[in-house]
């Protein structure tokens, strides 16, 4: 069992920045594949970034290719989100997930499709104004 404590969400000015940090609990956080999603509301929950247990691989979604960056330190169990220039349309609640998978290409391929990711954050409220 993980347990995934999301924060560092909130009020940003358009062009702003923030970054979000996952707290997780348990032993294996370094056997895990973890994921940032966010929805809103009357929407589906949509991955947009995902790092490898290693940190070798990530994937991001086109929405926030170039402006996202995520990133762990299995030291500290933690996951993070750095997200830059950030839009009205980054508005939503953003969570933390994590998949007990080593293998990259598994992990991908469950890309799409939240119930993948076994594990789930409370969620975090980010909000850009314009």
């Known amino acids: 069992q993980v347990q995934l404590v999301e924060s560092g969400g909130g009020l940003v000015q358009a062009g702003g920045s923030l970054r979000l940090s996952c707290v997780a609990s348990g032993r294996s956080f370094g056997s895990y594949a973890m994921g940032w999603f966010r929805q809103v509301p009357g929407t589906e929950r949509e991955l947009i970034a995902a790092i490898s247990w290693g940190a070798a691989n990530t994937y991001y979604a086109d929405s926030v290719k170039g402006r996202f960056t995520i990133s762990r330190d299995n030291a500290k169990n933690t996951v993070y989100l750095q997200m830059n220039s950030l839009k009205p349309e980054d508005t939503a609640v953003y969570y933390c997930?994590?998949?007990?998978?080593?293998?990259?290409?598994?992990?991908?391929?469950?890309?799409?499709?939240?119930?993948?990711?076994?594990?789930w954050g409370q969620g975090t409220q980010v909000t850009v104004s314009s």
């Open positions: 997930a994590a998949k007990p998978e080593r293998i990259w290409s598994r992990v991908v391929a469950g890309i799409g499709d939240p119930t993948a990711f076994d594990y």
